[in-house]
């Protein structure tokens, strides 16, 4: 499945697992993913997830916020969740998953990848 299926896989069960992955790695991983919630403001509340202390919490509005509507139902209809749920799942379980993935108090280092070549 994905990258982060040993972490949350038993924790939540395979559809939210599934719907998490998914959407962490159509945005091309964690950091991505972060970074769109510190451009909407939460800047604080990733921050609380990727360190060591405890989690500030993030609500389904919120979530609905920094992905917007198309995302969410994009999210939704590929896995088979309501919308509602898609933000609710994302706000209960995001948070959890970051934490986890950054034991360290810091992101995992991502591989460079190469730039691709565009034709002429």
Same mark, same amino acid.
């Given at each position: 499945?994905?990258?982060?299926?040993? $972490?949350?896989?038993?924790?939540?069960?395979? *559809?939210?697992? !599934? /719907?998490?992955?998914?959407? $962490?790695?159509?945005?091309?991983?964690?950091? +991505? =993913? @972060?970074?769109?919630?510190?451009? %909407?403001?939460?800047? *604080?509340? &990733?921050?609380?997830?990727?360190?060591?202390?405890?989690? @500030?919490?993030?609500?389904?509005?919120? &979530?609905?916020? !920094?992905?917007?509507?198309?995302?969410?139902?994009? /999210?939704? +209809?590929?896995?088979? $969740?309501?919308?509602?749920?898609? %933000?609710?799942? @994302?706000? *209960?379980? @995001?948070?959890?998953? =970051?934490?986890?993935? !950054?034991?360290?108090?810091? /992101?995992?280092?991502?591989?460079?990848?190469?730039?691709?070549?565009?034709?002429?």
């Amino acid at each position: 499945m994905g990258l982060l299926d040993g $972490i949350i896989g038993g924790a939540i069960g395979v *559809e939210l697992a !599934t /719907l998490i992955n998914g959407y $962490i790695e159509k945005r091309g991983g964690l950091q +991505n =993913v @972060l970074q769109d919630f510190e451009k %909407s403001g939460y800047g *604080e509340k &990733v921050k609380s997830w990727v360190g060591n202390g405890p989690n @500030l919490p993030i609500s389904a509005e919120q &979530v609905q916020q !920094t992905l917007g509507s198309d995302r969410v139902k994009e /999210l939704g +209809n590929k896995f088979g $969740i309501p919308m509602d749920k898609v %933000s609710a799942a @994302l706000a *209960e379980y @995001l948070p959890k998953v =970051v934490d986890k993935a !950054t034991p360290e108090g810091k /992101l995992p280092q991502q591989p460079q990848q190469q730039p691709q070549q565009q034709p002429h």
